[in-house]
């Protein structure tokens, strides 16, 4: 006699057996990392803080051009802000510049209320301009603040680099100078700050509001027509990117402890060459930053020497890419391959058939 069954109902899935040894291996390279500095050498930590922070400007600025299709080239005065904001919080109120990464985010956010008012009546192109417009503006307010140095800049003070929390217990702990123990800092709060960027840029996309930012992106007449808010979904992605853009620029310049707008402002710095890393590694895809930026790190490494002709290279590797690769390297061999290390695609799997327990009547 042959047992009924019923069949379980239909289930949306997106992790696959790929991903789930990728998570694992993850955890083993997040413990690396952490208990690195114990043989790292202080150069090692460096680089590998140069990386980090690379890699989450290059994560927050694929979330708002590769998933939500703002392709913006004024982010870096998110970076500025941000810096400048850690700087006036320790210089003139005293604040440790730890918890003032927290109020550089902040500030970052609060700028990109405006920005967004005068960028989200710009399209495509424009807005792209815009952006880059309204980041000049920002840096030649910020070079008129006095209080921070103006046009040349200025340091922070010895008596906040030296007293900065945490970095004695660190010092004492792996027998370094206060010096290389603020790198250690500044290090695990970078290694933090991309973690957290990482994971939540893929619990996002993997939730409704990921769907969301998806279809607007796509076709946002589509989107509204089965009651996606567009323009909230595009403010949320915004602020979401400058909140985080504005938190690792307090980072980088608390490490660098020296500041100008100049540089704290660079269209170079903080959105060529994060563009350029999001583009050669695959723009819409979270592997596609992290395979850019180490190809972008050893680029640096081997032709940083060559002046001008390192930055000529850049653009020939990138054309390159594009034109043979338009999907990156990663999208490209993502997609020969079918490998996703963070899946976001959902898939309908069937329910497996199960036996249905007779009743007293049958």
Do not use: C, H
């Amino acid at each position: 006699m042959n047992t009924p069954a019923s069949r379980t109902p239909y289930r949306v899935e997106t992790r696959t057996r790929t991903s789930s040894i990728a998570g694992f291996t993850a955890i083993a390279v997040v413990v690396l990392l952490v208990v690195l500095p114990a043989f790292a050498s202080r150069s090692l930590i460096q680089d590998l803080f140069f990386i980090l922070t690379m890699l989450t400007l290059a994560q927050f600025w694929n979330l708002l051009a590769g998933y939500g299709g703002l392709v913006s080239v004024g982010q870096q005065a998110f970076v500025g802000i941000g810096a400048y904001a850690l700087f006036s919080t320790v210089i003139l109120w005293g604040l440790d510049p730890v918890p003032a990464i927290l109020l550089g985010g902040l500030a970052a956010l609060v700028l990109a209320v405006p920005f967004g008012f005068f960028a989200f009546r710009l399209q495509g192109a424009y807005f792209a301009i815009g952006t880059w417009v309204l980041a000049e503006v920002a840096r030649l307010v910020v070079a008129q603040w006095k209080a921070v140095g103006g046009g040349t800049g200025t340091s922070l003070p010895r008596s906040a680099t030296e007293s900065i929390i945490f970095t004695s217990e660190i010092a004492t702990l792996f027998g370094v100078r206060a010096s290389a123990a603020r790198d250690i800092l500044a290090y695990w709060l970078a290694l933090v700050l991309a973690i957290v960027a990482i994971g939540g840029i893929y619990w996002l996309l993997r939730s409704k509001r990921g769907l969301a930012l998806a279809a607007v992106r796509d076709n946002p007449q589509a989107a509204r027509s089965v009651g996606v808010d567009a323009q909230r979904v595009k403010w949320f992605v915004f602020l979401v990117a400058a909140l985080g853009t504005g938190l690792t620029g307090a980072l980088i310049y608390m490490q660098k402890a020296r500041i100008s707008p100049d540089a704290a402002f660079s269209l170079n710095d903080w959105t060529a060459y994060v563009i350029f890393i999001v583009v050669i590694g695959g723009i819409g895809t979270i592997e596609g930053p992290i395979v850019g930026v180490l190809v972008f790190f050893a680029l640096q490494a081997l032709l940083a020497q060559y002046g001008a002709w390192y930055l000529m290279v850049l653009g020939v590797i990138g054309i390159g890419v594009m034109l043979l690769a338009p999907r990156g390297l990663w999208g490209s061999f993502s997609d020969r391959t079918g490998i996703q290390l963070f899946p976001i695609r959902r898939r309908l799997v069937v329910g497996a058939l199960t036996p249905k327990t007779p009743s007293r009547e049958e």
